[in-house]
């Protein structure tokens, strides 16, 4: 005898209930969604630096590069005195780039301070004699803003000291430097920050100028 | 006049039945016309997915609000990590994001919070609040074998003068968290 199974039709999926869902999520991330790209800029301070007895001895020897942020403009020193700019010997005012108006800093003045960080860096004190461990103390530098500056002048003033200045004639700028700039990464297994591309490669020398600042604070 | 009562009859039972042909015909096609979705929700889960992943993106979430908190504009490409932030705004600190009961006013603390008055640097409660979550991270670093480096992230608005960012870091110095990652809006400008 012939068996005859029933024809089962094979229902619709209701997707009603998932689109309701998705309708509802989508507006909410949208308004909790950052659009703004958040990064970061990586500081130390001062008492991470001498700890050790080896590390007093080191800060004997270390050049000291140290930029003084005032509302007037920047004076920078070493540990040979002033290091401005020949012919702007720094003054009894002590300042090596003047702000043209008080406590406003301009792209320009920021910019002559960069560039004059670049010949320091890479020019005057370029070899390795004036430090004893080149690669952190090459890449070093304090720097000491006045109580009054304003928070996003002391951040614009971080990205001069910390990239090579683009189209710098002296000395000049590496061709090659990569676009994402100094960048530094977080290393998730030796949960410490490193200076990386963004392939994972060295950059130091194309990119960075001196990543490692100190910011000083409290009464200093 | 019987033939022609007949014709007339079977032309109008023959216009119904093709009438009653066509209504049978529009609703069957009626039932068939169901919105096709399909597409629609491939778009969506698209959407949703994009938005999943955006929102996942950064470890510390910093919400912008004029008048609060702005951050300032860096040429910075670094990234976040996540670790243990510090919000200054135009009013008030948080740290993880809870109030610590510290208020700013014009780009100052108040000095009944500060352990040695108006010109200390020492910000009492703030220094708790660190403190405690350094040996929360503290244990969980020997737990996990790694090293505490006392990492944190420090969220300021754009306009505070550095004086009041010098007493936050110096604070938190005190509650032994050394580097800092200042949250900054990414721009090549």
């Keep these: 005898m012939r068996k005859y199974r029933a024809s089962q039709e094979v229902g619709e999926l209701n997707l009603l209930p998932i689109m309701n869902l998705i309708s509802l999520l989508i507006p909410f991330l949208l308004l909790s969604a ?24 080191q800060k004997k020897k270390a050049l000291n590069l140290t930029v003084i942020m005032t509302g ?30 008080k406590g406003k800093f301009t792209a320009d003045t920021i910019r002559a301070l960069q560039l004059h960080l670049w010949y320091l860096y890479k020019r005057k004190y370029g070899s390795s004699q004036y430090y004893e461990d080149e690669k952190m103390d090459h890449h070093s ?3 000491v803003p006045q109580h009054d500056v304003k928070y996003e002048a ?12 683009a189209g710098a004639k002296d000395p000049p700028s590496p061709t090659n430097m990569p676009a994402s700039g100094c960048r530094m990464t977080f290393d998730k297994k030796a949960h410490t920050w490193m200076v990386q591309g963004a392939k994972g490669e060295d950059v130091t020398e194309r990119a960075c100028m001196y990543h490692l600042v100190t910011l000083a604070i409290g009464a200093s | 006049m019987a033939d022609a009562t007949n014709a007339a009859y079977e032309y109008w039972k023959r216009k119904k039945k093709a009438a009653k042909q066509v209504k049978k015909a529009a609703r069957r096609d009626k039932k068939d016309m169901g919105l096709t979705i399909t597409s629609l929700l491939d778009a969506l889960t698209i959407i949703l997915l994009f938005l999943l992943k955006s929102f996942g993106d950064n470890p510390v979430n910093i919400t912008q609000k004029k008048g609060e908190l702005q951050l300032p504009k860096s040429m910075s490409t670094s990234n976040m990590a996540d670790m243990v932030d510090i919000h200054i ?20 603390v108040d000095e009944n919070v500060k352990r040695d008055g108006a010109d200390g640097f020492f910000i009492t409660p703030l220094y708790k609040a660190l403190k405690e979550k350094a040996k929360k991270l503290k244990t969980k670093a020997k737990r996990a074998g790694w090293r505490f480096e006392g990492n944190a992230l420090v969220a300021a608005d754009k306009a505070i003068p ?5 007493e936050v870091l110096y604070t938190a110095n005190q509650a032994e968290f050394k580097l800092y990652s200042f949250a900054i809006v990414k721009t090549r400008e």
Aim: hydrophobic share 35%.
């Design chain 1, 34 to 57: 950052q659009f703004i790209q958040i990064g970061i800029i990586l500081i130390q301070t001062p008492r991470l630096k001498s700890q050790s007895s080896a590390d007093k001895k």
């Design chain 1, 72 to 101: 007037k403009g920047y004076y920078v020193k070493s540990r040979f005195g002033s290091e401005c700019p020949p012919g702007k010997a720094g003054g009894e005012e002590k300042l090596c780039f003047r702000n043209k108006e």
């Design chain 1, 141 to 143: 530098i304090t720097l």
């Design chain 1, 154 to 165: 002391v951040v614009k003033t971080l990205d001069a000291l910390r990239e090579i200045p």
């Design chain 2, 89 to 108: 705004g135009e009013s008030a600190i948080l740290v993880h994001g809870k109030s610590i009961h510290v208020n700013v006013k014009n780009g100052k």
């Design chain 2, 162 to 166: 550095y004086r009041l960012l010098s």
